[in-house]
């Protein structure tokens, strides 16, 4: 922390003004890795600009009401050994602030979900159109954190994107909302002159589900079960990141044994994903045998992560404090299917990247602009095949992946090509983590069944010390857990108070990343489209909230 | 090695459900059964039923309840209440009404009520095609569903050699199969879809969110899964409802599950690997 907190201070020392600025540290426990600022919010674009011109990287910004009509706006941003949250009070009905979009462009899309659910306008933003809940102007707005919520369903306004460039020889192309295939539901807009691309635009907003105003209204047993359901693809990192939160905010370290089982877990999850991935690509690229093989690869794993702990998904295994018990199949059994699959899919990974109709379907596809990615901050597969070595599993060293040893997977070129690149990378590595966990595990799992009480419900009453859970009764105040999610860094703001759930948002990769992907059609986007939305790996749903 | 090699390699991976029964129940949560499903005093039936994140468990002095179109099949009750709840390996989830997934005490729902919309669906589906076009529509999914629905078509379900097909035109679809709790900007499309579709059509609510609304229900943006949009013929719950819950439920609306089977209902059909 005290790394940290130099890096704070001497931000504000170039400019004594904001240097008087409170720093504090939310630490509540070893594991913390946030630390809080607070600002008016007059200061607060300014403020943040200050810590991403130091390096920081801008991570999101999420509102939350309070039960007297005020509003809390809290800025993320992901420093080099911490997740800093600056904070910025509006008092009840003030429902403007300076907006954070002109000096830091990455802060575009938050602002307009923060106008979605608020109402509170970013004055001087270039274009608050709705994203996320695009509600008929005086509507109630949902305000999450504050009591209750609106109470009623809010019926948004469903009118298509309305066309933003005007000209002869212009073609709008409306995407979605229902897709053509098996798909998530979102909504694009192809406006076109011919085969250029002046513009694509994306919404959400026919997926969301107002998943933050839920998490309000649940206790801190079934959040965590609300958490696997954000971004069902990622249920695993969900309800890790979510834990993380809690975690800190209740000082407890999970157990080792715990942690090991956590990361087999989420390995399994970016293979799956990223194999997913690769699927639609070779969907896309008319690889039938490729796509075949891997699909059945990944129905594979699907099964033994079934079997591992009942749910294809890995639902249920996470919770605070450590997971549910202890696998629900034998370690060896599993060890021995996993290196058969392992084979398999190195075999066939690798004989689809030495394919030259597949690699010349990527090669140059979907390119993202370097400043463009720096700029944003692009997280996962998508900001590391553009060069940016952001992973959190190698960034926040309180974890398991330090000593099973782990690299960074960076490409450089930034076309869809990059990012399979990482992905095959990520794949072989993933495999390696949890060969290494389920090793460790394996070794120290007969030593554990010996003792008695080894699952969380066993343990109810036996208080603290235990293997697999740890009591994780968290204290009031705000914590950011953060993992890396297949799709990319995956951040849950949480806030308790009075021992309740005050707000709890899940930052996803997925809405982060999903802004740049307008930047990426640069070529034949009708041909270009299937290869850019795979190679993004996003998942709607969590875009949505 | 050339990729059609490749291809031939593995040799058949296919299931031969619902010929035969699949071996892949190993422990596997296809649902949760009552094992005693008697009821109890006031404080017991409370604590029962407290237990359910979802309220998927009802308790009076009739007995215990489980309606399986709310479960999220987060494990709580089996874990804490063995003595009341167990997983049943079955993939077998699906039903015809809405009542029928609820189980416990007084059986699955109302006999006639399921026989009449048995028969009802029967009429109904006999126009129908030999191969079957599936339209899907998400409706406010977490995501996972899609995966499942996607699996269907993979070498180890190959749904095709059942003569099952997905369509992206509502002009050719027989079958729509919703995903999602029924988000209130999908409804519009939702309805749009439906009415696009020819007669016959079926309309399947694919797992415990298109059925209930699920944990993620109720919140300003969802109604609680897609009945009081579409008409529903046939209810998978699942949490998200696996490959083989959905291809049950899909044959179970076309009518292409012999009595047999159909009667099995939620009866095991995971056997030893
Ligand atoms: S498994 Fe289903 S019925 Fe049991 S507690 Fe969880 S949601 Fe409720």
Redesign the pocket.
Known sequence: MSDAQAHAVGTGDTDPGRSAVPTTSSGPGPTSASAQVVVAATDLAATVADQVEAGGRFAGLVATARPDGATTLQALLVRAKDVAVISAALPPGAEHYPSLTPTVPAADWYEREVHDLFGIVADGHPGLDPLVLPLPHGTVRPRPGGPGGPGRVLHPDTAPLPAEVAGEGLFTIPYGPVRSGVFETIEYLVETFGEDIPSLRTRVHYKHRGIDCRFGALGLDDAVLLAERVEGTASVAHAAAFSCAIEQLAGVTVPRPAQLLRVAHAELERIVNHLDSMVRHCEGAGQAVANARLSTHKERLLQLRSRLCGHRFGRGVVVPGGVSGPPSWPVDTTLSDLERLERAVRSDVGALMVTPSFLDRLRKTGPLPPQVVAEHGAVGPVGRGSGLAADVRADRPANPYRTLGFEVAVARDGDALARQHVRVTEVRQSFHLVRQALDELGEELPALRARPGTSQHAAAGHGPGHEWWTPAVPGDGIAVGAVEAPQGELLYLVEVAGGRLARVKPRCASFHNLALFPAAFQGDIFTDFVFIEASFGLSPAGAAG | MPWVTRGLSDGIVTTRYPRRPDGYGDGFRGA?RTVDPSGGDAEEAAAVAA????G??HVDRAGVR?DRGR????????AERPDR?AFDPSPEVAGLTRASLVVGADGPGDASELAEARAALARRVRALRRSVHIRHVDAGSDGAAEWEVNALVNPLYDVHRLGIFFTASPRHADLLLVTGVGTAAMVEPLQRTFEAMPEPRVVLAAGTDATSGGLVHPTYATGGGVGDVLPVDVWVPGSPPSPFSLLHGILLGLGLLDDRRRAAGGTSSGGPR
């Open positions: 949760v237990v359910c994140p979802t998927a468990i489980l479960c999220i099949l987060c494990g709580r009750c089996v709840f």
